[in-house]
């Protein structure tokens, strides 16, 4: 099985930008691992910020962004806020079956 | 308003069996995919299996294939897991999600394998 990774953690400061990563152990992740990435804060269920590499759902706030940057998939987020304080998880899909990376916790500060 | 709501986690023993259930409403459950995700406590989430939406195709984890089938009712707007002999690294929150353009996802279901 394929095995995904991101960064553990990442510290952004309140208005700055910081870019999260999504590898693939297979070699470069591309439109076709139909990268999502999703958000998680302590005691909720996850939420779905980016699917299909770019798409945003209506509630994935404007400052979020998702791509392909480097062999891997990125998820951008220009004018970090208090609230963007939390575990982001992204998911590949292998031919039908799906791995997620393990997650980076992202603290604003 | 859209609603996920999970049901059917508890607590089995080991080699026990367990069918958990989503009920959706708020949105077209028959045109979707649907994934079942579960988070052990205090780690991350792991993907657990997909259906596509008219239920011909499914897949597994590695981890669960065999023990573990994914199904749905459109009918009912319901999607289920059922599951069996069930070990104590199955411990975990199971949430199901709409994949794709949907992107919701429940409230999550505890289960708890232990004798």
């Known amino acids: 099985q394929a095995v995904v990774t991101q960064e553990p953690s990442l510290t952004v400061s309140p208005g700055g930008t910081v870019t999260l990563t999504c590898g693939s152990s297979?070699?470069?992740?591309?439109?076709?691992?139909?990268p999502y990435w999703f958000q998680q804060k302590p005691g909720q269920a996850p939420r779905t910020l980016i699917y299909?590499?770019?798409n945003k759902h209506s509630w994935t706030p404007a400052r979020f962004s998702g791509s392909l940057l480097g062999g891997k998939a990125a998820l951008t987020l220009s004018g970090a806020q208090p609230e963007d304080d939390a575990e982001y998880y992204c998911?590949?899909?292998?031919?039908?079956?799906?791995?997620f990376g393990g997650g980076t916790k992202l603290t604003v500060l | 308003e859209v609603q996920l709501v999970e049901s059917g986690g508890g607590l089995v023993q080991p080699g026990g069996s367990l069918r958990l259930s989503c009920a959706a409403s708020g949105f077209t459950f028959r045109g979707y995919w649907m994934n079942w995700v579960r988070q052990a406590p205090g780690k991350g989430l792991v993907w657990v299996s997909r259906?596509?939406?008219?239920?011909?195709?499914?897949t597994y984890a590695d981890s669960v294939k065999g023990r573990f089938t994914i199904s749905r009712d459109d009918a009912k707007n319901t999607l289920f897991l059922q599951m069996s002999s069930l070990r104590a690294e199955d411990t975990a929150v199971y949430y199901c999600?709409?994949?794709?353009?949907?992107?919701?996802w429940g409230q999550g279901t505890l289960v708890t394998v232990s004798s």
């Open positions: 297979t070699g470069a992740v591309t439109s076709g691992h139909y």
């Open positions: 259906i596509n939406s008219d239920g011909s195709s499914t």
């Open positions: 998911l590949l899909s292998y031919s039908g079956t799906r791995v």
């Open positions: 999600a709409v994949a794709g353009s949907g992107g919701y």
């Open positions: 299909d590499t770019s």
